[in-house]
C-alpha cells in the first residue's frame, strides 16, 4: 500500500454517561476502543457496522470533530492529533464531510448559496465576484439549476438538499471526504443519483473517501476495502469483494448474510440472537463471543488480536476454521 | 386575524395616536384653563384635569414617553442579554454556570421592587428609567436566548460549519444569532409591554417623569383623588395602558419563537 493520506493508530473515545455529585465521571460508554485505519490516497474505505458500533463517531473522530480520548491521528503525514481551532483550519481544507441528514445540516436561515460558499469564505479561497462564480460552477457540478442560489433549504427536496451537502463539501477541492451515511435517509429512487454522484467526484476529482453505511452491498460496489465495526473494534478488515463474498469472520458472515441477494444466492441466514451488549459494560476477552454462533470457551477469556488472513485482510478471531 | 396582527394593529394604532398629538387635538397637553375637572363634553372628550387641562391632549402626548421608555428599555435588555445568553448557551460548562445562577438571582427579585429602589436612588428621568428598566429585563431575554443558543449549538449545520473551519468567532453570530433572531423579537414586543407596565406603576408610586410632562401613570394616580367628579381622568391613562400593553403582549405572544 502507498503512503496513507490519513491514519489512525489506537483510536479511543469514552463518553462519559454518569457523573457522580462531584462532577467526577462514574460511568463511560467505550464508543471506540482501539480502532487503527489507515485510508490511501483516492481510496475508499466503507466502515460496516450495526447501530452503536461506533462508526459514526470514527468519522468525526477522524475529522477532528471529536477529540480522542486516546490514539493518534495524522493526515498527510502530520500528526493532526493535538492542533485545535485555527491551527486545525489547513486540515479542514483538505478533510470534508457529508452527514446523513440533509436537512439538519443546511442552516434553515441560510441561502443556497451561502452554505455552499461558507467553507470557501471561511478558508479564504474567494470572495466577492469569484466567489459568485464558483458556487455557480459547485451547483452545476451537482446538477442544480443555477437559479436554486438565492432559495432557502426548506424549498428543496431530500436529495437536492444532499447535493447541496456534498457541493459544500467539494467546494474547497478536498482530498478526503467522510460520507456519513449519504444516502440513508433519501428515498430508494434518489440514492442511486447520489451515488453515482459520489461515484464520479471520487473518480474526477481523486477524492479519499470514507464510506460509514450499514449497507453492505452498497459498500462492496463502491469500496476498495471494507472494515467491519462491532461494539466499537474492528473485526475484519479486508478488500471489498472479498470480504463481502467469503467473510472470514463470524461478524462479517452474519452482516453479509442478511442482505437480501445474498440471501437470494443460496446462503444460510445467520440470525444474531441477542442485542448488541451494552457498551457502557463489554463483555470479556471477544466482545461478540455473547452473540457468536461458533464461540468455544477461549472466546470469553482471551481478547483475538487482529491477524492476517491474506494479502492485506485481517481479522479479529481466535478461530481458523470458521466460518 | 391572527394575535400578531391584532397587536400590529393596536400598536400601530397607539403610535399613530402619539406621533400626531398635536394635530389630533386643539390644545396643548400643558395649557391650563378655568374649567377645571370638567367632566367629557365635546369641546373636551375626556374632560379636564385639576388644573384644566384637557384629558385626551395629556392622555395622546403621553403616550410618547411611555414608547420611548419602553422600546428603549427593551433594547437596553436585548443589548445587555443577547450577548449574555449566546454566550452562556455557546460556551457552555462553567460560563454557563455563573451566567445561569446571575440570570436566577436577578429573576428572582421581583423587578417592580427593584426598580422602586433604584429610581428612589438615582431619582426619575426618562434616561434613567429606560436604563432601570433595561437592566430589570435583561434577565428574561438572557435566559430565553440562552436555552437557544443551547439547542442550536448542537445542530448539525454548526457541526458541519465547525467541518469546514469555523469558530466561535463565526458560528455565533453566522449561525446561532439568525437562529435566535425570531425568538429575541417575540421578547423584544414581549419586554416592551412589562416596561410600559412597569414604568406606569412607577409613576403611578410617584417615581414617574417629573411633571407637568404627561405620563400615564402619574395621570392615573392624580384621576384616583377625583374619580368621582371627572373619572374620564383617571381611565383614559389607564385604558392607554391597557391598550398599548396589550398590544405588544399580542405581538409578542403571537409571534413564532
Redesign the interface.
Known sequence: MTAPLIAAEGLVKHFPVRQDVFGRVSAQVQAVAGVSLAIAPNEVLGLAGESGSGKSTIGRLLLRLLDPTDGRISFAGQDVTALHDRGLRPFRRQAQIVFQDPIGSLDPTMTIGAAIAEPLRLQGMANGPELRERVGALLQAVALPAGYYNRHPNELSGGQRQRVVIARALSVDPSFIVADEPVSALDVSIQAQIINLLEEMRTRRGLAMLLISHDIALMEHLCDRIAVLYLGRVMEIGPARDLVRAPRHPYTEALVSAVPEAARAGRRRIILRGDIPNPANPPAGCVFHTRCPYAQPDCSRIVPEMRPVASGHLKACLRDDVP | MTRRACGLVLILAVTFAALFAPLLTAYAPTQTGVFFLAPPDAAHWFGTDDLGRDVLSRVLHGGRASLVIGVGAAFVACVIGVPAGLLAGYCGGRVDLWATQVMNLCIALPGLVLALLITAVTGPSVLNIVLILGFVSWPRVARLVRGQAFLIRE???V?????????AV?IVP??IL??V?GVIAAQFALTVAYAIFTSSSLSFLGLGIPPPSPDWGGMVRTGLDYLSINPAMGLAPSAAVGITVLGFYLLGSGTRG
Not at chain 2, 457541526?159 to 469558530?167: L, M, P, Q, S, V
Open positions: 445542530a448539525l449545520f457541526e458541519a460549519a465547525r467541518a469546514a473551519g469555523a469558530d463565526w453566522m449561525h439568525p437562529n433572531a
